[in-house]
């Protein structure tokens, strides 16, 4: 089982939570892109609960790549209740798929880095891959399908000082390369909508905000990731901007709480924004913020130190804020700062 003592007590803490364990006695959940930090993180909250609550779950990680499998998921191989199939979601699926009661669709290329250099690959996943997907469920005849969308569905806000929800939309183009993202987790929606009112299928949809913790991948791309590899490698910050940028933060833990509320209680066809808006901070606020939690390291901050050859593409937003009211109708809130889960994170590195 898990080793990272960070993680444990993440997982221990997500287990304690009043939740209806016994909806996945018996059952199987299948979790796309298990391989990567949303989706790994998961199947091991789900390893965890079972043993827990004695739940006979059989987990089934879904991955392009056994290498990243290994890599996050290396203590659960030989586990008798965890099933790795190696399968490219965009590609259809075979008919010896084993069957899942659950489905949680979390396989995307998620980090900017790749819009550029494979927007066809990242945008395959979020299209096509969900329609095999969803086809699957149907011959599966399962019980929920959850899929991972994005706050990037929302573009440009129109009022960037209120907090975006469920049906607000602002202005996304659909010919700026970052869109191949974007573009194809509206399409990802609104094929899980269509597919619930044609064939029945029961579909929820989490729209995450920046979520961050223990286990993503130090050169993932994202600017936490460059900061938090910056603390651990006693690196000065060189941001790439003014820093201005505000962005909200959850915490993993949080985040695997949200997910699981949805898979149990989301209404059919219904999307919920999850992240935090009481962890909202400016991109410099942030780096000096992380410089400060470690002083013994002497880590500096300075900002528009711009390298024109690099391949990270920007975002336009400025602020991207949450409203979360509507899954607080379902019994879910944040808990962990933006302070806490940092320090936490960097921890579970040290």
Sequence with gaps: MEKNP????????ISHQKLPWDKFKNKSILVTGGGGFLGAFFIKTLMYIDKEYSLNLQVICVSRSMES??????????????????????????????????????????????????????????????????????????????????SEIYGSPVDSNKPIRESDYGYLDPVNIRS???????????????????????????????TYGPGFLLD????????????????????????????????????????????????????????NPEAEISIRDLAFLLSNLFPERNISVSLKNIDIEDKYIKSSVDRSLPSIEKIK?????????????FLRTIKSFL
């Design 6 to 13: 960070i993680i444990l007590e993440d997982m221990r803490y």
């Design 69 to 150: 499998v290994k890599n996050r998921l290396f203590n659960y191989l030989d586990m008798p209740n965890f099933e790795i199939i190696l399968h490219d979601i965009s590609k259809p699926i075979p008919d010896n798929f084993t069957k899942a009661d659950f489905i949680v669709h979390a396989a995307s290329q998620a980090s900017p880095k790749y819009y550029g250099i494979d927007p066809v690959g990242t945008l395959m996943a979020n299209s096509i891959g969900t329609m095999h997907l969803l086809e699957y469920a149907i011959q599966s005849k399962s019980e929920r399908f959850i899929f991972f969308s994005s």
């Design 180 to 210: 191949c993202y974007a573009e194809s987790k509206r399409m990802g929606e609104t094929m899980c909508v269509s597919f619930s009112k044609q064939y029945g299928i029961y579909t929820s949809i989490i729209r995450p905000f920046h």
């Design 220 to 275: 993932d791309g994202r600017i936490y990731a460059d900061l938090v590899s910056d603390i651990l490698n006693n690196k000065d910050i060189r941001l790439k901007s003014d820093g201005l940028a505000k962005r909200s933060f959850c915490y993993i833990s949080d985040f695997t709480i949200a997910l699981l509320t949805i898979i149990m209680f989301g209404s059919n066809s219904e999307s919920y924004n999850v992240g």
């Design 329 to 341: 109708e379902l019994g879910w809130s944040p808990v962990i700062g933006i302070k806490e889960g």
